[in-house]
């Protein structure tokens, strides 16, 4: 019998200043928050500014109605990706949240 490979469905995350990261994040329960071309803008806007702001090179990325992916690279003198990511996920939850007047909603 062959041992099966140790595979856990949550490995520990390195985010690290330097390296290329494939990235994916999903709205709260992968909600359908980011309906319409004015949220999906919202939401690939706050990305991309806050990517230049924190000195990452966006590689490749998608935005989408519950979730996006992102390929990014660290640009020299990075800010670290868990700072980014945080500073992203909060940001496009707020504006999205006075857009739809629903200050607290959890995205």
């Known amino acids: 019998m062959i041992p099966k490979a140790d ?3 949550a490995p520990i ?8 990261y494939f990235v994916t994040g999903a709205t709260l329960h992968k909600q359908h928050f980011f309906f319409g071309s004015e949220r ?20 490749a990325w ?7 992916h992102m390929v990014i690279r660290s640009a020299g003198a990075t800010v670290s990706l868990e700072k980014y990511l945080k500073h992203l996920h909060d940001e496009s939850a707020r504006l999205l949240n ?6 607290g909603r959890r995205v």
Do not use: C, M, S
């Open 40 to 59: 999906l803008d919202l939401l690939e806007g706050t990305l991309l500014r806050l990517a230049k702001d924190y000195h990452w090179q966006l590689e």
């Open 7 to 9: 595979w856990p469905h």
């Open 13 to 20: 995350h390195r985010l690290d200043k330097y390296g290329v």
């Open 98 to 103: 006075k857009l739809d007047t629903l200050e």
């Open 62 to 68: 998608a935005a989408f109605i519950n979730h996006y």
